[in-house]
């Protein structure tokens, strides 16, 4: 029996990929040891950017379609896709998606929340809008309200996964996700007050990742390093506790 069986784990993303992107390994280990994982992705990313030649009103659908693989590799139980504008969702639709993120809370009570910290990993401006409404959301319920938790990329890890990818011969396109520069993952982190060790759920991470071919690619940085490269810079996740509410839950630190 997992030490986690009975609880529930409300995560909150804005697209699909940002949930096996940022703690895929902490949702596999939570799932692992007994929690029912519920992901709310506030968009269907119709906005990003394709790694191939897909028309722009398919790219939606395409990302739709992958989530539930990735979701299924880390676990995930429950899948809520929300069909908000991506790319405007720190300004559109802003009374809806916090009443959205309130009624999962009331509808699953969680014992705590995952979502962005204040830099979105790489300061996307729906990561910052989704960890506003859901910070928001929160506070709305106040002595009722799950913990927070914000996740976050520690600096310099990106930077040496492409680097890595890069001796080894692959090369950044001109455009996408992967032209993003490294530096900006993690260029916002604040000192993380939780570090969950997720090394043995690399694997999954990566394998989950790797099921948002759309943006991800058949050719990207992670397919470039080891086994133990991977282990090394992904075998960690930065979580922040957030001061909102007063529960006295603190699930995420049982993992540790």
């Known amino acids: 029996m997992g030490r986690l069986?009975?609880?529930?784990?409300?995560?909150?993303?804005?697209?699909?990929?940002?949930?096996?992107?940022?703690?895929?390994?902490t949702l596999a280990r939570l799932a692992d040891e007994?929690?029912?994982?519920?992901?709310?992705?506030?968009?269907?990313?119709?906005?990003?950017?394709p790694s191939g030649p897909v028309p722009d009103h398919e790219l939606?659908?395409?990302?739709?379609?992958?989530?539930?693989?990735?979701?299924?590799?880390?676990?995930i139980r429950d899948?809520?896709?929300?069909?908000?504008p991506d790319g405007n969702l720190r300004w559109a639709g802003v009374a809806e998606l916090h009443a959205q993120i309130v009624l999962a809370i009331r509808h699953y009570a969680p014992s705590a929340l995952i979502t962005f910290d204040e830099?979105?990993?790489?300061?996307h401006p729906d990561h910052i809008g989704v960890h506003e409404r859901a910070t928001t959301a929160v506070r709305s319920l106040g002595a009722d309200a799950p913990p927070l938790y914000y996740v976050t990329m520690p600096s310099g890890v990106m930077r040496a996964i492409?680097?890595?990818?890069?001796?080894r011969g692959w090369t950044p396109p001109a455009a996408g996700f992967w032209s993003l520069p490294?530096?900006?993952?993690?260029?916002?982190q604040r000192l993380p007050t939780l570090v969950v060790h997720v090394e043995d759920c690399v694997p999954r991470k990566l394998e989950a990742i790797s099921c948002h071919r759309s943006q991800m690619g058949a050719a990207n940085p992670f397919t470039s390093i080891d086994h133990q490269e991977a282990r090394r810079w992904l075998g960690v996740e930065h979580f922040r506790?957030?001061?909102?509410?007063?529960?006295?839950?603190?699930?995420?630190?049982?993992?540790?």
């Open 241 to 256: 506790r957030a001061p909102e509410g007063v529960s006295n839950e603190r699930v995420l630190e049982e993992l540790t």
């Open 119 to 123: 830099d979105g990993l790489y300061w």
């Open 182 to 188: 490294p530096n900006a993952f993690g260029d916002g």
């Open 162 to 167: 492409v680097d890595a990818a890069t001796a």
């Open 79 to 84: 899948v809520l896709l929300l069909d908000h």
């Open 34 to 49: 007994g929690a029912r994982i519920v992901l709310l992705c506030a968009s269907r990313g119709e906005r990003g950017s």
């Open 60 to 75: 939606g659908n395409d990302r739709a379609r992958e989530l539930p693989d990735a979701a299924a590799v880390l676990g």
């Open 5 to 25: 069986n009975g609880r529930t784990i409300l995560a909150i993303f804005a697209h699909p990929d940002d949930e096996s992107l940022a703690c895929g390994g």
